[in-house]
């Protein structure tokens, strides 16, 4: 039952959220790539969102339901899974909203670049069991 209460506290987060990556993401359409408004793809984003929003709740029922604890599951993860994942494409839309999306595409290749791996990975173990 505690699940429950927890799972309610955070879907106003949720679907905050989702409204605020619905309205960031229309506004940077229209006045950052000029794209005008339609009708169309607004609903379709609408119907995504309700869509996603739906199946996290399902989720999160279905691992109250079902003890995922073991794998590390449980209602109040996938919810705040959700929440993160909206948050983010929120972010990305306002940070391209206030122009600064070039400067953080810069700092995250340089970042990329710094770290991924360098050179060719070898098998460690080669041999007649490796």
């Not at 995922?68 to 983010?88: M, P």
């Amino acid at each position: 039952m505690e699940a429950v209460k927890e799972v309610a506290q955070s879907l106003p987060i949720l679907f905050a959220c989702m409204v605020g990556n619905i309205a960031a993401g229309t506004l940077a359409s229209m006045t950052i790539d000029k794209f005008k408004f339609n009708a169309v793809r607004f609903f379709d984003g609408v119907a995504r969102a309700a869509v996603a929003g739906a199946g996290l709740l399902v989720l999160a029922y279905a691992s109250q339901k079902i003890d995922l604890s073991a794998i590390g599951w449980s209602a109040t993860t996938i919810v705040s899974t959700g929440i993160i994942l909206y948050a983010t494409k929120m972010t990305k839309n306002l940070l391209k909203l206030v122009g600064l999306s070039e400067q953080v595409n810069s700092v995250s290749g340089v970042v990329n670049a710094v770290m991924t791996p360098k050179g060719n990975l070898e098998p460690v173990n080669e041999g007649p069991l490796g």
